[in-house]
């Protein structure tokens, strides 16, 4: 792994940190969101860091390159991370369009009640 790549990799992990950690603090970030994104900047350092390590790994699954180990690595998780906010964004939806519906009928409930009444 170059020293470039090592340099960007920290300084990447570093903006992605601080910035989890402002949006913490504006309450616009949910903490349970936010382990996923410390946690990824973590990684990003121990590779950074211990490059022997993405190394030994990348010898063993068999890639060309450290830097092509690393980056692939990075889009599984971070693909992975889409495909459960796609699950957790349709359920979200299914549960707005039944309380919509839930809505529209109490209104109409409290509409026809009215017209009895008069």
């Known amino acids: ?12 992990s570093l903006v992605l940190t601080f910035y989890v950690l402002g949006r913490i603090r504006h309450s616009k970030m949910r903490i349970e969101d936010s382990i996923f994104w410390v946690m990824f900047s973590m990684l990003l350092v121990i590779f950074s860091v211990f490059p022997k390590v993405a190394d030994f790994i990348s010898s063993l699954v068999g890639t060309y390159s450290t830097a092509n180990f690393i980056f692939t690595l990075m889009i599984f998780i971070l693909l992975t991370k889409v495909f459960f906010q796609s699950i957790k964004i349709s359920q979200l939806e299914r549960r707005v369009t039944e309380l919509i519906q839930m809505l529209a009928l109490d209104k109409e409930e409290a509409i026809e009640k009215e017209e009895h009444k008069l």
């Open 1 to 12: 792994m170059t020293f470039l790549l090592r340099c960007v990799l920290i300084c990447v």
